[in-house]
């Protein structure tokens, strides 16, 4: 069964910078694209960064590019995003979430809320 | 960047009716290579985790009701809920994966009268 679980998210500053994990199991991780995505309260999804299978390409939307950074450890089966230099609109819960290929997402954590707030 | 619009932003249906939800495209989402519309739905219950639905426009998930239908290709697509149930009460998003960046519609508020 594919599990996908979040961590790290809370409380922060405007300005601080926080680190998100995901730890996947029930399939190849090293086989898959990944992704995180947002919710901002009471708001639509957002998609914020995409992997590549080795994490040699990244990719994201204008929004985040500059301040967030995806990575993945294979060995561990593991995903990250270190968000730098939150700002208030960056509070959301935060979702890892399974890539097929082109872009789909096939199977979603259960997310981590993350507060940017003084 | 592609930008998708849904409507309508909410839709109020009774139990055993039909109800159609749009997706529309700035672009095409239509790869000629392939033949294959980079379109997917999902469906959002409140306080849960996005449910995938439907890939490349109109393939069914594996355990999705069959009263789930995906329709449409390059810019016009649409969501057709046959037979609402009760518990079909939720948000629903489609999403191109045609380019980078990935984008998702506004969402449609599937409300039971």
């Known amino acids: 069964e594919v599990q996908l679980v979040e961590s790290g998210g809370g409380l922060v500053q405007p300005g601080r910078s926080l680190k998100l994990s995901c730890a996947a199991s029930?399939?190849?991780?090293?086989?898959?694209?990944m992704a995180w995505v947002r919710q901002a309260p009471k708001k639509g999804l957002e998609w914020v960064a995409t992997?590549?299978?080795?994490?040699?390409?990244?990719y994201y939307p204008d929004s985040v590019k500059g301040r967030f950074t995806i990575s993945r450890d294979n060995a561990k089966s593991s995903l990250y995003l270190q968000m730098n230099s939150l700002k208030s609109e960056d509070t959301a819960t935060y979702y890892c979430?399974?890539?097929?290929?082109?872009?789909?997402?096939?199977?979603w954590g259960p997310g981590t809320m993350v507060t940017v707030s003084s | 960047d592609i930008a998708i619009t849904q409507s309508p932003s909410s839709v109020a249906v009774s139990v055993g009716e039909t109800v159609t939800l749009s997706c529309k495209s700035s672009?095409?989402?239509?790869?000629?290579?392939?033949?294959?519309?980079?379109l997917g739905w999902y469906q959002q219950k409140a306080g849960q985790t996005p449910k995938p639905l439907i890939y490349?426009?109109?393939n069914r998930r594996t355990g999705v009701p069959d009263r789930f239908t995906g329709s449409g290709s390059g810019t016009d697509f649409t969501l057709i809920i046959n037979s609402v149930q009760a518990e079909d009460l939720a948000d629903y998003y489609c999403?191109?994966?045609?380019?980078?960046?990935?984008?998702f519609g506004s969402g449609t508020k599937l409300e039971i009268k």
């Open positions: 979430a399974r890539q097929e290929g082109a872009g789909y997402f096939d199977f």
């Open positions: 029930g399939f190849t991780f090293s086989n898959y694209y």
């Open positions: 992997i590549s299978t080795s994490g040699s390409r990244t």
């Open positions: 672009q095409s989402l239509l790869y000629s290579e392939n033949n294959k519309d980079y």
């Open positions: 490349w426009a109109t």
């Open positions: 999403e191109q994966y045609f380019v980078y960046p990935l984008t």
